[in-house]
């Protein structure tokens, strides 16, 4: 599965940025992650095929959206009223199987897109 991640930038404190990645086929499970540089890859949305739930880290929960156009294997992140502290590279992952691990964690996913760095100004 190739993925292609967009959608980031300069934003202000408060604002709303939407992230899309493409995905090049159907996957079972798609996610995003961030990463400052220093710090581990942090999670932050996921979804599933096959279940209705989606996923939230904690510290973006309530104010960041997953969603999905599974016409066009398309992954959105829709991020409102952001904060300083979510500047960071944010990675789209998917997998094409289920696995017996969380959608939370890294290992999960097999395939990942090469970043779009958000950035939010004070």
């Known amino acids: 599965v190739q993925l292609q991640a967009s959608g980031g930038g300069l934003v202000q404190a408060g604002g709303s940025l939407r992230l899309s990645c493409v995905a090049s086929?159907?996957?079972?499970?798609m996610a995003w992650f961030r990463q400052v540089p220093g710090n581990e890859r942090e999670f932050v949305a996921a979804?599933?095929?096959?279940?209705?739930?989606?996923y939230y880290g904690d510290s973006v929960k309530g104010r960041f959206t997953i969603s999905a156009d599974n016409a066009k294997n398309i992954v959105y992140l829709q991020m409102n009223s952001v904060k300083p502290e979510d500047t960071a590279v944010y990675y789209c992952?998917?997998?094409?199987?289920?696995?017996?691990?969380?959608?939370?964690?890294?290992?999960?996913?097999?395939?990942w897109g090469q970043g779009t760095l958000v950035t939010v100004s004070s």
């Open positions: 086929e159907v996957a079972c499970a």
């Open positions: 979804m599933t095929r096959n279940e209705p739930g989606k």
């Open positions: 992952a998917a997998n094409r199987n289920r696995l017996p691990l969380s959608v939370r964690t890294t290992p999960r996913y097999a395939y």
